[in-house]
């Protein structure tokens, strides 16, 4: 007999919180400068960039609307990671806007480290993260520009 499968039906909730990250060392399977993370009412999340675009759950030390300082995310399956999970942990530095992250693949005994910079994106409650990446991107411009300068100072 086949196995059987099930459905769960997960609510994503609307955007309460959002972050322009620039990663400055990351996993070669993933390897996109720039992404937008939106957290969502309820624990979901949705992360868009150049090459991928998925959601799942967030967990925080932090209430929701506090700058988060360490999140956990489990990513739900989908076509990014292969039809299976990822789980990242990422520490921010509010003092510097530097976070780390800490990527677990399944079947992988050793996490995958990547590191960058992380701004908050003003407004996120009219984030429309159907909107996509290209037009989300440009809609927050100046946003992913300050990132840049954090990651790039002049003279360094």
Known sequence: MPPQTSTVTVTLGEPIYAQALFYTAMFSGKPFAEALLVYRRGGTYTILSPGEDHHGCWVSATAPLDPPRRVSFMSLPSADWDDDIAAHTLTFAPDTGAFTQELRLPGESVP???????????????????????????????????????AFPQGA
């Open 112 to 150: 995958r480290a990547q590191h960058g910079f992380a701004v908050a994106v003003p407004s996120p409650e009219t984030i429309d993260p159907a909107a996509g990446w290209a037009a989300l991107r440009a809609q927050h411009r100046q946003t992913f520009e300050q990132l840049r300068a954090l």
